[in-house]
Nanobody, 124 residues
Framework: QVQLVESGGGLVQAGGSLRLSCAASGRTFSRYTMHWFRQAPGKEREFVAG????????YYADSVKGRFTISRDNAKNTVYLQMMSLKFEDTAVYYC?????????????????WGKGSLVTVSS
């Protein structure tokens, strides 16, 4: 069983930056492929970014590529999402998630464990 807890959400002006953190339980964090998804009101949950267990491989949705950076600190059992040049349309609840059976996946159905989410609100 994996428990994930997000933090760092809040209100930020368009063009600003924010960093989300996701703390994971367990002693095998380095084995977990980690992901960030987001869900805006009235929208489906969508993939944002993924990172391999070692941190060597990352993958981003086109909508955030060049603006967001996913990283991890395995010694702290934590994955991060550094968000820059934020836009109003980035407003959403952001979730961290992991899958037990493979590498980076881009569908919510491919995830086995989810955090409860952290709200990011970008004002225009």
């Amino acid at each position: 069983q994996v428990q994930l807890v997000e933090s760092g959400g809040g209100l930020v002006q368009a063009g600003g930056s924010l960093r989300l953190s996701c703390a994971a339980s367990g002693r095998t964090f380095s084995r977990y492929t980690m992901h960030w998804f987001r869900q805006a009101p009235g929208k489906e949950r969508e993939f944002v970014a993924g990172i391999s267990g070692s941190g060597d491989n990352t993958y981003y949705a086109d909508s955030v590529k060049g603006r967001f950076t996913i990283s991890r600190d395995n010694a702290k059992n934590t994955v991060y999402l550094q968000m820059m040049s934020l836009k109003f349309e980035d407003t959403a609840v952001y979730y961290c998630a992991t899958n037990s059976g493979g590498g980076i996946r881009t569908t919510s159905g491919g995830m086995d464990y989810w955090g409860k989410g952290s709200l990011v609100t970008v004002s225009s």
